[in-house]
């Protein structure tokens, strides 16, 4: 099935924009959902359907989906968004869900 | 509240079996499709399976066919993973997430998780 790759670790000084990637084979023609995981707790979804953002999520997060790789964008990232974060997608053929390996934000 | 409250954390033997709960309330259970996820110490998430809302339907990730298997009780609006010749690396937190229907496997309700440790 598809493997989903994403950078082990991404730094961002508060205020500033972080950019997390999740590269796969045409992933572009997948929807692709985000979650939030702080420690301790149950993931959070963040994103949804490559650029949909659920209620109660902060407008500071968006995200982009195209070719080989779909991008979460934090923007203003504040202290309390430090957490990992992962991407997922379904596949239609052999209904089945492949997560990323995750990417702890550090916000510095 | 919409909310799913799992069962209590599990310390099993290898070779033994495990069967862990998740219970839904504050929406309606027989709408929705479930899945399970579970996450090693340290590790990222890794997806286990699915239950249609009927539980007539089940699909699991190859590593766990023959050793897994979902059945949900409407009447409870229970759901429940059995994971069965468990090893050492099945010790991890077990979560039941909800498929919200946005789009497919898009998980917006979660189990609190449960612990399940495999050790002699």
């Known amino acids: 099935s598809q493997v989903l790759t994403q950078p082990p670790s991404v730094s961002v000084a508060p205020g500033q924009t972080a950019r997390i990637s999740c590269g796969g084979h045409k992933i572009g023609s997948e929807s692709v959902h985000w979650y939030q995981q702080k420690p301790g707790q149950a993931p959070m979804l963040v994103i949804y359907?490559?650029?949909d953002r659920p209620s109660g999520v902060p407008e500071r997060f968006s995200g982009s989906n195209s070719g080989n790789t779909a991008t979460l964008t934090i923007s203003g990232v504040e202290a309390g968004d430090e957490a990992d974060y992962y991407c997922?997608?379904?596949?239609?053929?052999?209904?089945?869900?492949?997560f990323g390996g995750g990417t702890k934000l550090n916000v510095l | 509240q919409v909310q799913m409250v799992q069962s209590g954390a599990e310390v099993k033997k290898p070779g033994a079996s495990v069967k862990v709960s998740c219970t839904a309330s504050?929406?309606?259970?027989?709408?929705?499709?479930m899945h399970w996820v579970r996450q090693a110490p340290g590790q990222g998430l890794e997806w286990v399976g699915i239950?249609?809302?009927?539980?007539?339907?089940?699909n699991y990730a190859q590593k766990f066919e023959g050793r897994v298997t979902m059945t949900r009780d409407t009447s409870t609006s229970t759901v429940y993973m059995e994971l069965s010749k468990l090893r050492s690396d099945d010790t991890a937190v077990y979560y039941c997430?909800?498929?919200?229907?946005?789009?497919?496997?898009?998980?917006?309700?979660w189990g609190q998780g449960t612990p399940v440790t495999v050790s002699s």
């Open positions: 504050g929406y309606t259970f027989s709408n929705y499709y």
């Open positions: 997922q997608i379904w596949h239609t053929v052999g209904d089945h869900v492949s």
């Open positions: 239950i249609n809302p009927s539980g007539t339907r089940t």
């Open positions: 359907d490559d650029d």
């Open positions: 997430a909800r498929e919200g229907g946005r789009a497919r496997a898009v998980f917006d309700l």
